[in-house]
């Protein structure tokens, strides 16, 4: 599901490229649904396998999308929209979730082939809407490299931009401070049972 949900978050930021101008993601191969194009083997595999196995926080990723600015008619309005639209694909996808675990019937007392065959499909859209209303919340963070960063550079004024711009080689350090010390949790947990309970799904 991760993986999934990851390659669709980078072929959006593929696509609305594309749609803007910049054809460099799409000449790559990265306009594309197929996993292998873009996972990191580090970040997409081994540090989730990692966190899995022991608990501990760690960031999950994939291969980051070029964009080259030169094709953008609106270089810092575009950068803005393609980096959205990443987060903006998660939240489609826990929408759709969402709306199969509405619309999928129960299950009957004592209907043990239907159950046998709807709790692990429960289970699987539950756990879909959840990683899906995360990676948005996560990526939306306003630190880059992170989707937030990248929007925020684009709708804030030059000065502040700069700024944002200025934190990007400690953005990981910043990020794992925030994990390590609990204050991600703090500031994300409340948001992301917000939206898991609009959703229906808590």
Do not use: C
Not at 35 to 50: E, S
Not at 98 to 113: E, F, K, S, Y
Not at 152 to 171: E, F, H, K, S, T
Request: proline share 8%; charged share 10%.
């Amino acid at each position: 599901m991760l993986i999934a949900s990851l390659s669709v978050h980078e072929a959006a930021h593929a696509w609305a490229a594309f749609r803007l101008g910049d054809r460099t993601a799409e000449q790559l191969g990265r306009l594309s649904l197929n996993p292998a194009v873009h996972i990191d083997p580090i970040g997409t595999l081994l540090f989730p396998a990692i966190a899995i196995m022991t608990g501990l926080p760690l960031i999950g990723w994939a291969k980051p999308v070029p964009v080259d600015t030169r094709f953008l008619q609106h270089p810092k309005r575009d950068f803005a929209l393609i980096a959205a639209a990443g987060p903006a694909s998660n939240v489609l996808m826990a929408i759709a979730g969402a709306v199969l675990l509405a619309i999928i019937p129960g299950v009957a007392p004592g209907d043990i082939a239907g159950r046998a065959v709807l709790t692990p499909l429960f289970m699987f859209l539950d756990m879909f809407v959840i990683i899906n209303v995360l990676l948005a919340l996560f990526n939306m963070v306003p630190v880059p490299p992170l989707d937030g960063g990248n929007v925020l550079m684009g709708v804030l004024p030059a000065a502040g931009a700069r700024v944002i711009d200025q934190m990007r080689p400690y953005g990981f350090i910043i990020l794992y401070a925030l994990m390590l010390t609990g204050a991600l949790s703090t500031l994300l947990g409340p948001v992301a049972y917000f939206v898991l309970t609009l959703l229906g799904v808590r």
